[in-house]
């Protein structure tokens, strides 16, 4: 969580000073983005709502994503985090969003993705999304690799 702060820090700040909001949808970062957006002081100002959609009921049940929406496309993709991402904002109504959707380890996911694979998107006033493989099979090294990868995006969307 150390390594995280400092960049939600800097979100936080920049949210708040923009009277701007986040959301968030998480699969196998498992609400460390939450948690890091969280720890600043002040959050209330800009943290909505964070979900954590670790499996098909949850994307159906928090987000209301119909399976249709995943029909012709490989769920864990950046398209795949874009629908995820593009849900939060709509469901929660915030000025920003941020998903996550991968394979943490120590084996891969059911959709063939190797351990160390997450694909992260940010959707609201830009869109953006990225691809992140770290060819390890360390659960919690993944874990916060993601996170930090997906506040890091965030971050770089908050200041172009």
């Known amino acids: 969580m150390q390594q995280l702060l400092p ?25 460390l983005i939450s948690a890091a957006l969280l720890s600043v002081p002040g959050a209330s100002a800009y943290f909505v709502a964070g979900s954590v959609v670790y499996t098909l009921k949850a994307r159906r049940a928090i987000l209301e994503v119909p399976d ?23 469901k929660f109504g915030t000025t920003w969003s941020i998903s996550e959707i991968g394979a943490s380890g120590p084996t891969g996911n059911r959709y ?25 099979a360390d659960r919690i090294a993944n874990m916060r690799t993601f996170s930090a990868a997906a506040l890091n995006l965030l971050l770089q969307s908050l200041t172009s």
């Not at 960049?7 to 609400?31: C, F, P, Q, Y």
Request: contains cysteine; negative net charge.
């Open 7 to 31: 960049i939600a820090e800097k979100v936080g700040a920049l949210l708040k000073s923009r009277r701007e909001t986040i959301s968030t949808a998480e699969s196998t970062t498992g609400g």
């Open 68 to 90: 249709a929406a995943f029909a012709h496309i490989k769920s864990v993709t950046e398209e795949g985090a874009l629908i995820l991402a593009r849900a939060a904002l709509q």
């Open 112 to 136: 063939g993705d190797a351990a160390g694979h997450s694909c992260i998107a940010i959707a609201g006033p830009a869109e953006r999304s990225i691809t992140v493989e770290t060819g390890i």
